[in-house]
């Protein structure tokens, strides 16, 4: 799949991204369904190794081979057979983090390929990449897929660039709405608005359709807070970073992850919109 049959938010997303002609060091591709995902994947590997000025061009070399999964530079990390599922194992992943030190062979760049680390990369195997991820040796790309990247350690979301590939039709006009009413509302000094706003997601659909949105707007104030790209078209967190710290971003996203962990072991949801109101007052006033 090119560029030009991407939708206009994976387009915009991907514009962002890369803006200077540079890649970040890993990135994860997260929401939208496997086919989707697996082409922004392929579209990033043959961006990193195309030897053109205007990237990635198709026609050199290396993007014909990068297109044809053939580029000696870009690998499609395996699991180990060892495992039923096929995981990423502790082993599996030192051997990638071993053969990162070895130089590129006909291109710039050496690409790793991990595909739903949400189900395959367990935690030990993240603790063991994190020290890649931190120090990562030059010219490497890491490329991650999942359907959730909530399930994976906060320390590898935020040393990675995450796209999320969610359509926008998949976000309900509603949901946005309170969502950014919610986002607005941390900025209040009156506690009521957050929790009139919070108030607004005590059913598991407007919990579904608001939080997924809410979290991105948080992600995007992130980003925004270290020097790097939004990913959405909101206005919201350009004013979300006044009063948010990188820290207190991390810590309503933690907030937002363990609420999503709570909806599914069924808590009753009033306790919970009425814990998540009390979570984000703490977090975004404490000093």
Known sequence: MNFSEFNET????????????RLPHA??????????RNSVADYLCVYAVCSEENKPCYNCKNCKKAVSHIHP???????????????YNKEVMEEVIGDTIIIPN???????????????????SQNAFLKTLEEPPQNILFVMTCKDASVLLETILSRSTVINIQ???????????????????????????????????NNKDSFNQTIPYLK?????????????????NSSVPEKLTRKLTREKSLSLLN?????????????NQNLLSTWLCSEFRRITWQQ
């Open 10 to 21: 994976i387009k915009s997303q991907l514009n962002n991204l890369t803006s200077h002609n």
């Open 106 to 124: 006909e291109s710039d760049t050496k690409v790793y390929v991990f595909k739903d680390v949400d189900e395959k990369l367990p935690v030990i």
């Open 255 to 267: 907030t937002i992850e363990k609420a999503q962990r709570m909806m599914k072991s069924n808590v």
């Open 73 to 87: 530079d870009i690998s499609y990390v395996q699991g180990s057979t060892k495992s039923k599922n096929l995981i």
């Open 216 to 232: 991105l707007l948080i992600r995007d104030t992130l980003s925004l807070t270290v020097g790097s790209d939004k990913l959405s």
């Open 167 to 201: 359509k926008e039709d998949e976000f309900s006009t509603e949901g946005v709405s309170i969502a950014e009413e919610i986002a607005l509302a941390l900025l209040d000094i009156n506690e009521y608005k957050l929790l009139s706003a919070t108030y607004k997601v």
């Open 27 to 36: 990135i994860i591709i997260t929401g939208g369904n496997e086919e989707l």
